[in-house]
């Protein structure tokens, strides 16, 4: 048997089952049935006063028409409600979407996460090894001077200048491409390896400070003591600057003047000794002046 509508109005409000497109479908009819009633009810009210009826018709009619008014205004509560009940369902049912959808997403994510973890490895080894050997056969062509269209551009149907037509080409082995496993560097082109230890900062630092030694240690090598006489000096300054040391240890060297525009025959020579580099001695003897290696500087040494 059939549910009445208010039986069917009573259960959209208080089964928990009901589905939004029910209630949806269900406020027209209630609508309809509480304009039917609203309309019964003016006319049964306006029979209730109609002097042209019996008395016993006129309180039969005044009685239809109270209760299709009282009917007529349950229906419109239950509209209300309906309505009330149809947002709550519509916003249970889009929360359930929604919720649905996120797990469904995220279990799509995780299994191309699977699939990029179990297949991406094996697809970036493949292509370095392709390009690698695209690459070294480009080489071996130059060096065999083979002026040939590349591998790729072979395969792909392009030209010895990578262009189709007026349009060019961007090259395979040009690409950079990330490794999967190395999260900071580069599958393609492969990175310049270095050391496993200098991949540690303090192994790192270590190296920079033992490179640095050693250079202090070179360039104290470098200044040696030597002994130079003025001679004739072709150019025309009275003096030049030159570099100098009185100890190898001293942090920056100093710079003296050095007279040099004696003449052949003229004044006794002067001489000098320092602490000098070969390149200053060599820049010296270019200079006019008698340059020699000396095991010591003496005691007479110009300061």
């Given at each position: 048997?059939?549910?009445?509508?208010?039986?069917?109005?009573?259960?959209a409000?208080?089964?928990?089952?009901?589905?939004?497109?029910d209630?949806?479908?269900?406020?027209?009819?209630?609508?309809?049935?509480?304009?039917?009633?609203?309309?019964?009810?003016?006319?049964?009210?306006?029979?209730?006063?109609?002097?042209g009826?019996?008395?016993?018709?006129?309180?039969?009619?005044?009685?239809?028409?109270?209760?299709?008014?009282?009917?007529?205004?349950?229906?419109?509560?239950?509209?209300?409600?309906?309505?009330?009940?149809?947002?709550?369902?519509?916003?249970?049912?889009?929360?359930?979407?929604k919720?649905?959808?996120?797990?469904?997403?995220?279990?799509?994510?995780?299994?191309?996460?699977?699939?990029?973890r179990?297949e991406?490895?094996?697809?970036?080894?493949k292509?370095?090894?392709?390009?690698?050997?695209?690459?070294?056969?480009?080489?071996?062509?130059?060096?065999?001077?083979?002026?040939?269209?590349?591998?790729?551009?072979?395969?792909?149907?392009?030209?010895?200048?990578?262009?189709?037509?007026?349009?060019?080409?961007?090259?395979?082995?040009?690409?950079?491409?990330?490794?999967?496993?190395?999260?900071?560097?580069?599958?393609?082109?492969?990175?310049?390896r270095?050391?496993?230890?200098?991949?540690?900062?303090?192994?790192?630092?270590?190296?920079q400070?033992?490179?640095?030694?050693?250079?202090?240690?070179?360039?104290?090598?470098?200044?040696?003591?030597?002994?130079?006489?003025?001679?004739?000096?072709?150019?025309?300054?009275?003096?030049?600057?030159?570099?100098?040391?009185?100890?190898?240890?001293?942090?920056?060297?100093?710079?003296?003047?050095?007279?040099?525009?004696?003449?052949?025959?003229?004044?006794?020579?002067?001489?000098?000794e320092?602490?000098?580099?070969?390149?200053?001695a060599?820049?010296?003897?270019?200079?006019?002046f008698?340059?020699?290696?000396?095991?010591?500087?003496?005691?007479?040494?110009?300061?």
């Open positions: 048997m059939a549910k009445s509508i208010g039986e069917r109005v009573n259960s409000l208080t089964e928990p089952r009901t589905r939004a497109a209630i949806e479908a269900l406020i027209p009819e209630v609508t309809a049935e509480r304009d039917r009633l609203a309309a019964l009810a003016e006319q049964a009210s306006g029979d209730a006063v109609n002097f009826l019996g008395e016993s018709d006129r309180d039969e009619a005044s009685a239809k028409a109270d209760k299709a008014r009282r009917e007529a205004e349950m229906l419109c509560r239950a509209i209300d409600q309906l309505g009330d009940r149809l947002g709550e369902k519509l916003a249970s049912e889009t929360r359930k979407t919720e649905r959808e996120r797990a469904d997403v995220i279990a799509e994510r995780d299994a191309l996460a699977a699939r990029l179990s991406w490895p094996e697809i970036e080894a292509i370095v090894e392709l390009l690698t050997a695209v690459r070294a056969n480009d080489e071996r062509m130059r060096a065999a001077g083979v002026y040939e269209a590349s591998a790729e551009a072979e395969a792909r149907g392009c030209d010895g200048m990578f262009r189709v037509g007026v349009s060019s080409v961007r090259r395979l082995t040009e690409m950079k491409l990330p490794s999967f496993d190395r999260l900071a560097e580069l599958a393609w082109p492969p990175p310049a270095i050391d496993s230890y200098a991949l540690d900062l303090e192994d790192i630092r270590a190296k400070l033992e490179a640095a030694e050693k250079a202090r240690l070179a360039e104290l090598a470098s200044w040696k003591p030597h002994r130079f006489t003025t001679g004739f000096a072709h150019q025309s300054g009275h003096y030049i600057e030159v570099k100098t040391k009185l100890d190898p240890s001293e942090p920056t060297p100093t710079v003296v003047p050095i007279y040099n525009t004696r003449r052949v025959h003229e004044d006794p020579a002067e001489t000098y320092y602490l000098i580099t070969a390149a200053t060599e820049r010296l003897r270019g200079l006019g008698t340059v020699e290696r000396i095991d010591a500087l003496g005691p007479e040494k110009v300061q």
